[in-house]
């Protein structure tokens, strides 16, 4: 059975050092989370770390934040991200399954790019939720199923030819399922567009495989159709379609206060 692995991972981060050269998250993960209120001073933990870069956005803000990973590779990548920006973040290498935190620990909890390479995605978010306070905010945010990313996902999956091995993919609803039987309370979800799209992004990469060319990582805008595809980004985020269309999904929940004990009868 494929899985995506620590080795998988350490690889990833090692031919990405240059983290530059990275697609980031366009700061959506900050500002979902400020959305929800201010970070300074709250304990922030991020699972699965990869590059860091939300945890120190969130550092900048004046959140407490901690970066958990399984890949020294990842932690390097994301110490050197943290010393860039001069703010102090706390790393910590350990399985994202077994966290050696206690519980209620966390003011917050969240993790992108993480939930999709797990085969059963309970273990992962019941941890997440063991290891927040009492209304502490979980973020989650993964791939949306339905999008041609999803099909040549897997067809690179069959080929044995993705860089993380195995990944899966999940609807608005199947998210805020699984992170309501977690136990939170989904309070918000949200979502975002590939920009750029999938074409200049294969194109950008297969160029720098074949040692081509360098192309940046966003393309210049073009005039009149760049300002039109974002009208219409704009339109279709008002519809219901928009969580069909989406590139990436998230979902905020609440961590639920545990049930009373039953009152004795008789």
Sequence with gaps: MRASTEAHWSRFWRERAAIDEVYPTAGRVVEQMLAEGPVAGKLVLEVGAGSGRDSVGLAERGAVSVMLDYSLASLEVAREVAARSGVET???????????????????????????HFRDPMPLLVENVRALRKEGILLVDVPQRYHLYTVLKHALIA???????????????ELSALMRRAGVRVVRRYGAWMVPGLAYRSLRLGLLKLRLARLP???????????????????????????????????????EAP??????TG
């Design 159 to 173: 080929a044995g030819r993705w860089f993380a091995g195995w990944e899966t993919e999940f609807s608005i609803g």
């Design 90 to 116: 706390f790393l910590v290498r350990a399985d994202a399954l077994r966290m050696p935190f206690r519980d209620g620990a966390f003011d917050a909890v969240f993790h992108q790019g993480l939930l999709e």
């Design 217 to 255: 990582l966003d393309p210049p805008p073009v005039p009149i159709v760049t300002p039109v595809l974002a009208s219409i980004r704009g339109l279709v985020a008002r519809t219901p379609l928009a969580f069909h269309t989406y590139f990436v999904i998230g979902a905020i929940g609440r961590k």
């Design 259 to 264: 049930e009373p004990p039953a009152a004795p």
